[in-house]
């Protein structure tokens, strides 16, 4: 059963906090990307990596977002720290370069900052 | 800025009725185009991908394809309540798995 699983499913931290976010793509997949969903502004791109190297993380503020992706097993969204306005569900994506360009996602990351 | 724009409905439609949904797109360089259903609380569902001007059946969906208008929609037929969800709209530029811009989807109710 292929498919992107994330970690957790649910998170709900104190403002100032560290989140870790953690994916693994699908198997055999070489392209990994981050989306934030909000009901106000949707479905926004954070970043993304191909063949575990960055291309573009011009949707994440920098000063508090991190994306990295340590193996072709893993892809992680770290925020420090965190504010209230992170609040949203955190969605990674993965797609395969070489057989179709569709991306499909994972359950997503609820994350609220209280 | 690419940007892709939908009507956020709701669009009610009675079932076994024919559900269409469009979908405008600024970016002339686009290439690709996908259509996602996503229920309430759950993550896009891909439906359909479209790559070239034209319609595309896939089962009761088809996908339809302007460029010159840029210009893309969605037709459902025989539309059944489990339709009911919102349609996301997405667009990649260039050949390679760049990343979808979305659109902000349009609610679709499906009146029993």
């Known amino acids: 059963d292929a498919r992107v699983t994330q970690t957790p499913r649910d998170k709900v931290t104190e403002m100032g906090q560290e989140v870790t976010m953690r994916c693994q793509p699908i198997l055999g997949h070489n392209t990994v990307f981050w989306y934030r969903q909000t009901m106000m502004q949707g479905l926004e791109l954070l970043a993304y990596?191909?063949?575990?190297?960055?291309?573009?993380d011009s949707g994440m503020p920098k000063d508090r977002f991190s994306a990295e992706m340590p193996d072709a097993t893993l892809a992680t969204l770290k925020i420090q720290p965190s504010e209230p306005r992170d609040s949203a569900v955190y969605f990674c994506?993965?797609?395969?370069?070489?057989?179709?360009?569709?991306?499909?996602f994972g359950q997503g990351t609820r994350l609220t900052v209280v | 800025q690419k940007e892709v724009e939908q009507n956020s409905g709701p669009l009610s439609v009675p079932e076994g009725a024919i559900a269409s949904l469009n979908c405008t797109y600024s970016?002339?360089?686009?290439?690709?185009f996908f259509w996602y259903r996503q229920y309430s609380g759950k993550s896009p569902e891909l439906i359909m991908s479209i790559y070239s001007n034209g319609d595309k059946e896939d089962g009761r969906f088809t996908a339809q394809l302007n460029k010159a208008s840029q210009y893309v929609s969605l037709l459902i037929r025989d539309s059944q309540p489990s339709d009911s969800a919102t349609y996301l709209c997405?667009?990649?530029?260039?050949?390679?798995?760049?990343?979808?811009?979305f659109g902000k989807g349009t609610h679709l109710i499906i009146q029993p």
């Open positions: 990596f191909r063949n575990r190297a960055p291309l573009d």
């Open positions: 970016d002339r360089g686009s290439q690709s």
């Open positions: 997405a667009v990649r530029s260039g050949g390679g798995a760049d990343g979808l811009t």
């Open positions: 994506a993965s797609a395969s370069l070489t057989a179709n360009t569709e991306a499909f």
